[in-house]
């Protein structure tokens, strides 16, 4: 998918930027014309030279080395790449192109392109979780740009923890990934829940669930590799949200409801994966319950039903609920699918052994009005969010046919 394609790859100063040298290999092996944009700290770590026997073209460094007087260097980069990679991206980087700054060759590049954006970040553990670098981060995403997490492992200040490079190979497969899938939900905005809701008993109690959330971030994750704005209102979560994706966090079913809602009307999909209670404490205590005898009695109520809350309220949104089961499956999925107005009900049975919470694999069923649409064997849940994204896609391909038919 790489052949004929032009890559501009970014590299910023960081120790991890000798790995560029490998990815600039892999592109160019895979076919791929790329063009190298160095920033000065970067020939620090690695000579310009080696990118440029990588490439075979030349590695740009300064914004004012214009040799060609037919062009202007950054713009006709920028309008030449059919995909723009920053591998290793600083914290610095990060700032520049969030906050609209071009003061070198790289950012004023970056500043003029309209192609898609990959972002490969690498720094310290710290640096990466500062509120400031998530908030750009997030802010990319939010236009766009496509990042490929860093990984845990030993980084330059000794530290082991996330904030290392992604592996070239691992780089190299997403910059393909991305060219090579069509843009299914180009323009849809896809909204998400993950994870499970906290109802608290008193200030440090609560009853939840063992939802991860790796279902829901998975399909976050999808949807915008194929192109769609999404935001994600996640609960309690042990699993990493994927970087530079709008994320809400909330805690109870209520306020997830609230923020649900206040996103519904300008969503085109909503994609229900979040483990929401079904009851909360009658009664919240504000102080610490005290030990009082052998038993203790906890009155609960019902939450209120966000699936059935915004079936009830649908327009034309496509709207996808999950059905987490351990017995007749099929069923419960069909009768919850009408009860709650939804397009599609995705169920699993989550006794079965690769099914369940916490784990990285799922089995699921994909239901509509009609029955079934697709039995999806043990995959991971990467794998299964694709499918389910391009299930919904079609949907929506469908119902623009039909549209232009009246």
Not at 199 to 223: C, H, Q, W
Not at 240 to 264: C, K
Not at 339 to 352: E, G, L, Q, T, Y
Request: charged letters at 20%.
């Amino acid at each position: 998918m790489l052949r004929g394609k032009t890559i501009v790859l970014g590299i910023s100063g960081g120790i991890a930027a000798y790995k560029a040298a490998t990815i600039c290999s892999k592109l160019t092996g895979a076919g791929a014309n790329v063009h190298v944009i160095m920033t000065t700290s970067a020939t620090k770590f690695i000579t310009p030279l080696t990118l440029q026997t990588l490439s075979k073209n030349e590695v740009h460094i300064d914004t004012f080395d214009e040799n060609n007087p037919q062009v202007v260097n950054h713009i006709n980069l920028a309008d030449a790449a059919d995909l723009i990679l920053i591998a290793p991206a600083t914290a610095n980087t990060i700032g520049k192109l969030a906050n609209g700054i071009a003061d070198d060759m790289l950012s004023t590049t970056l500043l003029a392109a309209t192609c898609p954006i990959v972002i490969a970040p690498a720094m310290n553990v710290h640096m990466y979780e500062h509120p400031a670098v998530v908030h750009n981060m997030n802010l990319l995403a939010e236009r766009g740009a496509l990042f490929v997490d860093p990984g845990t492992g030993q980084l330059a200040c000794g530290y082991v923890a996330k904030g290392r490079l992604a592996e070239p190979e691992e780089i190299v497969d997403a910059v393909s990934n991305w060219l090579s899938k069509p843009q299914l939900l180009a323009g849809q905005s896809v909204l998400v829940t993950a994870g499970g809701t906290i109802e608290r008993l008193d200030p440090v109690r609560y009853l939840t669930n063992d939802s991860s959330g790796k279902m829901g971030f998975a399909i976050a994750e999808a949807a915008r590799l194929l192109g769609a704005d999404v935001t994600i209102v996640a609960g309690r979560t042990s699993a990493t949200p994927p970087s530079g994706i709008r994320l809400v966090r909330v805690e109870s079913a209520e306020q997830m409801l609230e923020e649900v809602l206040a996103r519904y009307e300008q969503a085109n999909v909503v994609i229900k994966a979040a483990a929401v209670a079904d009851y909360r404490p009658l009664q919240r205590y504000g102080q610490k319950i005290k030990k009082s005898g052998d038993i203790l009695h906890l009155e609960l109520e019902r939450t209120t039903d966000i699936l059935q809350t915004l079936g009830e309220s649908k327009q034309d949104q496509i709207l996808v609920g999950f059905a987490a089961e351990t017995e007749h499956v099929d069923e419960y999925a069909l009768d919850k699918l009408k009860r709650k107005h939804c397009d599609f009900i995705v169920a699993n049975d989550v006794s079965a052994e690769g099914a369940g919470f916490n784990g990285d694999t799922n089995i699921i069923t994909i239901y509509n009005k009609q029955g079934i649409v697709e039995r999806l064997p043990l995959l991971s849940k990467a794998q299964a969010a694709e499918r389910l994204m391009n299930i919904v896609a079609a949907r929506l391909q469908q119902i623009k046919d039909d549209s232009h038919d009246r």
